[in-house]
């Protein structure tokens, strides 16, 4: 649900209220029955909570909307009345719960609200973001931020760091494990039997050869190094005429050096329906790609759109991810019969 | 008309095959004839060349398409035939001639075609690059990069230097001279009374308040100095967002830290129609935006879009040129009137 004082509860509440969303999946709300009941009141949308299911073994119901209660606040007359201590406590707790259900295989895919990394730290809970809490959460130490449109896909080597201190992060051996895992991914959960994967150089022109820089051969050898692991990757390639060509539908995902480098094009095309997943979990795991923006919370103006394509986009990765498991199955099964024969 | 050898005879004949080009100037082309006749003819374009001029005062002609011939180069079967020396030095002559005929009032605008400037450089002539050298001619100091397409304008810091170098470059005095040459010059010729210009950030999420780098605190200074001088500016903004608000019309001109930040955006969105336009020099001066591409020289493949867009660019900026002195005149002549009243 996302922090119960932002546009978290109005943008969920706004995308599973349609109709083509419920059909792709079975969606269960973690997070607070009177705050989701009367936002769903005040924006009139004749959306009624089918069931609140209390802690048992089965989360998820086959029909209807179901809400997982993990805090029961006070609403006031407007969002930001509740108490920000105490709303920050809940926001974190639908996350814990969240990835230990799906760690569990619970539920088969997480999309996420929007929290606030400031709030919560200020109640003393070690929270570097999102991302950075489910990977601790399962143990993960490889794992990759990729921004997702209709036309773009966006895998960024380095994120929320100073643009001056990403020349010295940029290592071998993280490029080649980003390069991987974006590949891997592509193919389990997005349907490309063989993605086609371009690697952005650093500096303008891409360096012109050494003229305007060195990362160029780092990312090179990078890009050598896993071309051997047999991934269709190329590059680097001078940015700027780079995200054409991959619109153009050369390539299925461009992996960036730096964070603007690749939320600068994916943000011009894709404002609000961008998604935000987060690769190399042992589990699915969407965003929305907004904040808590508590200056129009309760207002009813927030736009769902980022929500309904992070619920959107962690459904389709479940069903492929399904599909796959099939056909590995469907192999297995293959292989066992030719055995005995 | 570019380096003979590559494919600016090809793009300048293309284009000035247009008649809606050359409703709004008189081209004269700086360049060899035969090669362009020769293009012209490879190309079955029906274009004839109505005049070759010699040199003379009058440079111009009032009808038709005027040559000023400055090389006679012996053509081969293809355009890279051509001796590549002499090719380079009768490239440069063109610019030369174009630079020193614009500060002597005989052309009001130029627009350049692509060379090389390796091969330039080759040849022994010391040569940096166009804007460099028509800086040099004119004896200015403070010129700006910018490239503009119909729905972005991107004007930049700095430009071709290695991405880790850019930060000690971010001087406020040089931010403050690019966004004051930036206004000024979308005031004078790109028809805005009053230009909002956006500057981005350097670092993601604009630093989130020096958390992710301090870069965003000379900006903002910088930002600060120019709206004291009565310019409509504003930022520094995140960058990734930014470019999207300036294309739904909320800026004129977005300020871009380096070079990838600017050309990112622009070459997404006009990747084959946007213009290269120096700010900042005593006359008008477009380029394309692209290079000599030798590998497609003489196929008849290249498109001419760009070229297209940077003669019409120079042609508007010089018509809106015009348009002010006459507007001055206009109001000085008034006062003159009221004074003598």
Known sequence: ??????????????????????EVCR????????????????????????????ESNRRVPDEGLGILPLSSLHPGREPTDVDPQESSRAS??????????????????????????EAITGTGIPFRGHTEFFAGLAGTKDFVMMLAGERLRVALVTTHVPLNEVSKGLKEEKIVSVIEITGRSLKKYFGFPAPRIAVAAFNPHGGEGGLFGGEESIISRAVDQARGKNLNVSGPWPADSLFHRAVQGEYDAVVCM???????????????????????????????????????????????????????????????????????????KHEIRNKHE
Chains 1, 2 share one sequence.
């Open 1 to 22: 649900m996302g922090d119960p004082r932002g546009i978290g509860p109005e943008v969920v509440v706004k995308a599973l209220s349609r109709e083509d969303l419920r």
């Open 27 to 54: 969606p269960l709300i973690l997070g607070d029955p009177v705050i989701l009941r009367r936002t769903a009141e005040a924006l009139g949308l004749g959306w009624k909570i089918a069931r609140v299911e209390e």
């Open 92 to 117: 974190f707790r639908y996350l814990e719960k969240a990835g230990r259900m799906a760690l569990a295989g619970q539920v088969e895919a997480i999309a996420t609200g929007p929290v606030s990394k």
């Open 258 to 332: 730096y964070h603007d480098q690749g939320l600068i094009p994916l943000k011009l095309l894709h404002f609000d329906s961008a998604v935000n997943v987060t690769l190399g979990l042992p589990f699915i795991r969407t965003s929305v790609d907004h904040g808590v923006a508590y200056d129009i919370a309760g207002k009813g103006i927030a736009s769902s759109r980022s929500m309904e394509e992070a619920i959107k986009t962690a459904a389709h990765m479940a069903l492929r991810k399904r599909e796959k498991s099939n056909e590995y199955i469907r192999i297995a």
